[in-house]
């Protein structure tokens, strides 16, 4: 069934694991993570990233999910991530999304609560969930270890909670997008105090190639949802290349290839971040 961000995440909170948000773009990526999801009997977030526009028209994609969601007895949330603009937000809203992400984390701190509580009012009045972002997750390209700049402050993520009203609250503890340049160090403590600080949910970006026991180590410290882009796509990708082409080849392109791989790949996340068993 679909449901916004808060019954996931707060259950989440409670519980102590976090639930996967995977980037999906298609029938296939969606059923892919669908079926992930009810294998291990786990909650899950449904990534709608703005540059798939380019793929896939938003309208469309909240349409698939539409259609296939009853098939699937977990919670299930459809979350934009990553809305830079207030009529994408809204557009995301009339699709039918039931979250959102707003991010405003490379604006000045007073900007960033000024939108981001503009559009929790909206969201709010339509049961719509909000996730924002303080401190800046950047680019694992330009990844540096012991970057603290842009890592969040514990007591400015209390101050941005209370001022906005957000359901969600994505930090900067170490993590990048996409592919990384070395390899990521976890700043725990810094989680640690903001977890302390904090009541509602955490959530981590950039999770891919962070490996496995960070990833198992924040999921028990307190962050509740995380974002897996890169290394499912990875593993797409492999499944996609193990198709044999060779002389007197004659099936169609072997998507389910590419799709039995990236099941995979979601349910070892599930297990590792400790959500399975509990849709
Ligand atoms: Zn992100």
Known sequence: MLVSLNP???????????????????????????????????????????????????????????????????????????????????????????????????????????ETRELVKVAHSVGVSVEAELGHVGLGEEYQVGDKDALTDPDMAADFVAKTGIDALAIAIGTAHGLYKGKPKIDFDRLIEVKKQVRVPLVLHGGSMTGDEQLRRVSQLGINKINIGTDVDIAAMKGFNSQDIKPGWEFPIRTDLAKKEMRNKIRHYIRIFGSNNKA
């Open 8 to 114: 996931i995440l707060c259950n989440a909170n409670k519980g102590n694991y976090a639930v996967i948000a995977v980037n999906v773009f298609n029938f296939e990526t969606i059923s892919a993570a669908l079926e992930a999801a009810r294998e291990e009997r786990s909650p899950i977030i449904l990534n709608f990233g703005e540059m798939l526009e380019d793929i896939i028209d938003i309208y469309d994609f909240a349409k698939i999910v539409k259609i296939v969601e009853s098939k699937y007895d977990i919670p299930i949330c459809t979350n934009l991530d990553h809305s830079l603009e207030y009529e994408e937000s809204i557009k995301a809203i009339r699709a039918g999304f039931t979250s959102i992400m707003v991010d405003r984390s490379s604006q000045p701190y007073h900007i960033n609560i000024e």
